[in-house]
């Protein structure tokens, strides 16, 4: 018997995460140079980081010897919440407070509900604890709402709901994740990834952190590695009661946050200039893309995040056709969707070097 025979068989039997394509690998693939290549498969702010978060970063590196303190990022996002800092849980980006909520609550014996198209780390942070994975079927390739109530079992303990949807975009009205919240068993623990909140427009938010007071089984997750733009940093939170959160803090790794990202999410807070003009560009892009994608006569799903994800002939020979000419997006079909491609939202011109490359793909 192998060595990798005597791991738990759950853990064998999990499908590793497929992250997008980076840019020195394509380079290293087609012999293409590297600033020749548009990468928009990651869901990265165009932007970059907030100039006041690499300020911050520069600055912490003078005291990098030191063990991080997560007190003032903590004390920070608590104050924006609302909530107090015994709510806060920060982790190495949001999928580690996802894995964080799945150690607390699930166990062999135990299972955990999520939505055909959602996120991949919902299987695996669920599968590696060696819990039940329940699928529902997607409705318009998004949250079925009613199926996933009907879903819950007298074992099930975590509900996974992505707002925007990842790799969809596919947006659930705030009333509606209210109302099935009133409806879920209160020892049933609903999760509801926020990772692209920030670019919904204003009429379309919600404080749902207030209502954690409320629904105390509700957990809310947010990263910085979106709009922030400090995807490379891993820095993300979860809120929720305080007894939840003692619970997550008690399995989290104690320093799982480091010096710069702490810095850098702490300064990225108060750069409200750069979230707007984040927002906005990702508006422009939205609709520049849009129109590109009518253009060609491609079917879309309509997008509420900084990604757009759209139906082609042949997704597969589309998408070397794209990395062939140096552009990256993301194939889907791992996510049960052969037929479709996930564009990110770049800047004007990464946007238009997507559709010309695009065009002469298909």
């Known amino acids: 018997m192998s060595l990798a025979e005597q791991a738990l068989a759950y853990v064998r039997a999990i499908s590793p995460y497929q992250p997008g394509k980076p840019i020195t690998e394509l380079a290293r693939e087609m012999g293409i140079p590297v600033e020749r290549i548009v990468k928009l498969a990651s869901n990265e702010n165009p932007l970059g980081m907030s100039p006041k978060a690499k300020a911050a970063v520069q600055a912490a590196i003078d005291g990098i010897e030191r063990y991080p303190d997560q007190f003032e990022l903590i004390a920070k996002v608590a104050a924006r919440a609302g909530v107090g800092q015994n709510q806060v849980v920060l982790g190495n980006g949001s999928n580690d407070v996802l894995d964080l909520i799945a150690r607390v609550f699930l166990a062999p014996g135990r299972s955990a509900v999520f939505a055909q198209h959602a996120f991949a780390v919902y299987p695996l942070a669920t599968l590696s604890t060696g819990a039940e994975l329940i699928a529902t079927p997607a409705k318009n390739y998004g949250h079925d709402l009613a199926a996933m109530r009907a879903a819950i079992r007298p074992d099930t303990r975590i509900v996974w709901i992505a707002n925007p949807n990842n790799p969809t975009g596919n947006f659930l009205p705030y009333p509606e994740i209210r109302a099935f919240l009133e409806s879920v068993p209160k020892d049933v623990v609903v999760v509801l990834d926020e990772a692209y909140n920030e670019y919904l427009e204003p009429a379309d938010r919600v404080d749902t952190a207030a209502w954690i007071k409320e629904f105390p ?83 879309f799903i309509q997008p509420f995040g900084n990604f757009i994800t759209f139906r082609c002939a042949n997704a597969a020979e589309t998408n ?18 052969p037929d479709w491609l996930r564009v990110t939202i770049g800047s004007e011109a990464e946007n238009a070097r997507f559709l010309e490359a695009l065009e002469t793909s298909l």
């Open 320 to 337: 070397q056709k794209l990395l062939r000419q140096g552009v990256i997006v993301r194939p889907i079909a791992g996510y049960g969707l």
């Open 217 to 299: 089984n509700l957990v809310v997750c947010r990263t910085f590695s979106k709009i922030f733009g400090l995807a490379g940093l891993r820095v993300g939170y979860a809120l929720a009661a305080a007894e939840v959160a003692d619970l997550m803090n008690r399995v989290r790794q104690p320093f799982n946050v480091n010096n710069l990202a702490l810095a850098a999410a702490v300064a990225a807070l108060d750069d409200d200039e750069f979230l707007a003009r984040s927002y906005e560009i990702n508006r422009a892009g939205m609709a520049q893309l849009i129109a590109g994608l009518q253009r060609l006569g491609l079917e």
